[in-house]
């Protein structure tokens, strides 16, 4: 039996039915096999199709199991490391080019919606990121500044304490930005509507399917499930925070750190309360490190960070989301929370996603750090360009080759630590 099932979240409640799983069965030929249907494996399946090239996708469990089911589908391409620190670190070009790459990559969401006619909700409502003190307010100034006269790009605008006061419905602010190239998804519906896609272009997703090893030979490559195999002329690996469902996967699985991250979603709410809180529907994000988002679907309030979760669920964690969704939101103290879920993202020692070649016949893209919906999107297609032999400008994100975390058999004590660490300095305000 399989054990990996989407948990009960509202994504999956919601979303629009899957049609039946198809496992592999047999020897089955490819030009590209991928691993993993979430956002990255589904996107490259859709560039290999762009290119006429027949691609296999393998699934451990069902389309978007992975992070691409369960996310907040908060759509932006904010990086973890500001555009300013990249200009001052690695020059204005560089900076300027992983600008670009960032909107290239929220443009590939809405082109998918639109060219495959996929149902998810998608709306550019604009995402609003919540300072939560005047160190942090000041560092989005500098950002901002940089953004629109470095770059020329005017989609970020800062707001004041009030303005964000009236756009959140909370007090708990002292400013923000407002970036107007952003918004909001139904993740799972997205992640199905993309697998739809593959499956009319010619390719192939097989589901319940997990890899468990693959074999370069000068000829190609073989890649091996419990129920039968692949041949493949390349490969690519998609396998986020997920990577160590297997032994397949070791060449990039110590390159990244899988971090939990959590939902809740409030009972449906009054119209009246929204015509305060969060008014705009927009999608909104805090600054805290241990970040928390939060965004409306449909009449419920969706709220999302990281925490004091461990390898599993924990109900004090859960506990604690909430309580800091009322905290922020005392106008709802009293409403019950009905949904809860979590999944796993990939966090990166430079904060950067991670795209490249483990070998000429291998590509490999992730380390999303909590913010792939659009970056996925783009970097799928583009681990498909470069295993093709394609030269793409992925400026910070390109890696040479997979490069193992140090001493990354401490990553668990090490999570908790940061972790720990982290919200010691959110509380004292740093
Ligand atoms: C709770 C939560 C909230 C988030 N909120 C947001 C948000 O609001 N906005 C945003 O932009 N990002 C968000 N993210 C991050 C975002 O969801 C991810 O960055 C993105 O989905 C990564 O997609 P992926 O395809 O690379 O990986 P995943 O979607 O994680 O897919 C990896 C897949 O690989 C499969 N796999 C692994 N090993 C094998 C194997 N050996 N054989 C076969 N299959 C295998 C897994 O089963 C899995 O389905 C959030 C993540 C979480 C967990």
């Known amino acids: 039996m399989n054990q990996l099932t989407l948990p009960e979240s509202l994504w999956r409640q919601t979303a629009t039915p899957a049609p039946p799983p198809r496992a592999l069965s047999g020897l089955v030929m490819a030009d590209v096999a991928i691993i993993g249907a979430g956002y990255t494996g589904l996107s490259a399946a859709l560039r290999a199709i762009e ?5 296999i996708v393998l699934e451990a469990s069902e389309v978007g199991y992975g992070a691409s089911g369960r996310n907040g589908g908060v759509v932006s391409t904010k990086y973890r490391v500001s555009l300013s620190d990249m200009a001052r670190s690695h ?17 590939r969401v809405g082109r998918y919606v639109q060219e495959h006619g996929i149902a998810a909700g998608l709306a550019e409502t604009g995402n609003l990121r919540c300072a939560h003190n005047a160190h ?28 964000t006061a009236a756009e959140t419905g909370s007090d708990g602010f002292v400013g923000g930005v407002l970036n107007s190239h952003a918004g909001v998804i139904h993740p799972l519906d997205y992640a199905r509507g993309l697998a739809q896609a593959v499956r009319k272009g010619g390719g192939e997703i097989f589901e319940n399917t997990l890899v468990k090893g693959t074999l370069t030979d000068p000829a190609g490559i073989e890649v091996t499930a419990a129920q039968g195999s692949v041949r493949a002329e390349r490969l690519v690996i998609s ?10 996967t070791a060449g990039v699985r110590q390159t990244v750190i899988p971090f939990r991250s959590a939902m809740v979603a409030t009972e449906p709410l009054p ?6 809180l969060i008014p705009n529907s927009r999608s909104y994000s805090e600054t805290r490190r241990m970040m928390r988002w939060f965004r409306r679907i449909d009449d419920r309030l969706l709220f999302g960070g990281r925490g004091a979760f461990g390898k599993a669920d924990s ?14 939101f005392p106008q709802i103290a009293s409403v019950a929370v009905t949904h809860r879920w979590s999944g796993l993202v990939a966090m990166t020692m430079d904060s950067l996603p991670q795209i490249g070649l483990a070998n000429a016949r291998t590509a490999f893209s992730l380390g999303y750090n909590g913010t792939g919906i659009a970056m996925a999107s783009l970097l799928g297609r583009h681990a ?22 140090p001493f990354y058999f401490l990553r668990e004590p090490a999570v908790r630590t940061v972790a720990g660490w982290y919200q010691f300095l959110d509380r004292i305000g740093r």
Not at 239 to 248: I, R
């Open 51 to 55: 290119l006429g090239l027949k691609p």
């Open 91 to 107: 020059g204005v070009q560089t900076a300027k080019r992983m600008n670009q790459l960032g909107h290239d990559a929220m443009d």
């Open 136 to 163: 942090v307010l000041a560092a989005l100034a500098t950002e901002v500044e940089t953004v629109r006269t470095t770059f020329g790009d005017t989609s970020l605008r800062m707001l004041d304490a009030h303005e």
């Open 239 to 248: 396998t986020n925070g997920y990577s160590d469902l297997s032994g397949a």
């Open 271 to 276: 119209a009246a309360t929204f015509a305060t």
């Open 315 to 328: 109900a004090p964690a859960f506990t604690a989301l909430e309580r800091a969704m009322k905290a922020i």
């Open 384 to 405: 498909v360009d470069l295993v093709m032999g394609e030269t793409v400008d992925l400026a910070l994100m390109r890696r040479a080759q997979p490069k193992s975390i």
